[in-house]
């Protein structure tokens, strides 16, 4: 099954989680002084918020995959429709261990495929490698004018 991901930078956790749980009508499904995450069926989402030190918004989007054959499938599709990505077998972010291929679409957001595999008790911090994105994409003779930003999820 794939998920859609979203993730939102947000001022006050606390009222994000208030606010969030009413929409949803469930409670996050973990929950950390800087982080909630609701991985839900109904509507199909993984929607993360966290309160670090960035601007307030949504910050990146992505595909949350269950096993790393689905990971792999998105990520070859990308790669065939001559897309540059970021790929990372092994990393942690947001208090996940997961595995993830980062892209950046023509209106340059930044979008995550990962598999995650297991938990981490700190907030990892993988970012969207810009160098291995510009690399990719000259391989593949692919141009992204946007600014890539440092995002995890």
Not at 68 to 95: I, M, N
Request: hydrophobic share 35%.
């Amino acid at each position: 099954m794939k998920r859609l991901h979203v993730s939102v930078n947000v001022e006050d956790l606390d009222q994000a989680i208030t606010f969030y749980s009413a929409l949803f009508g469930a409670r996050p499904d973990v929950v950390k002084d800087d982080y909630a995450r609701w991985r839900l069926d109904e509507p199909c989402v993984n929607f993360a918020t966290t309160s670090r030190d960035r601007k307030p918004g949504v910050d990146h989007l992505g595909i949350d995959v269950d096993d790393r054959a689905e990971l792999d499938e998105v990520t070859a599709r990308l790669k065939a429709a001559g897309q540059a990505t970021s790929d990372l077998s092994e990393g942690a972010c947001c208090y996940h261990q997961s595995a993830k291929s980062w892209t950046v679409d023509p209106g340059g957001v930044a979008w995550e495929t990962f598999h995650t595999y297991g938990t981490s008790v700190t907030y990892g911090t993988d970012t969207l490698d810009e160098a291995n994105i510009a690399r990719a994409a000259a391989e593949n003779d692919v141009v992204h004018e946007s600014k890539l930003r440092d995002s995890c999820c």
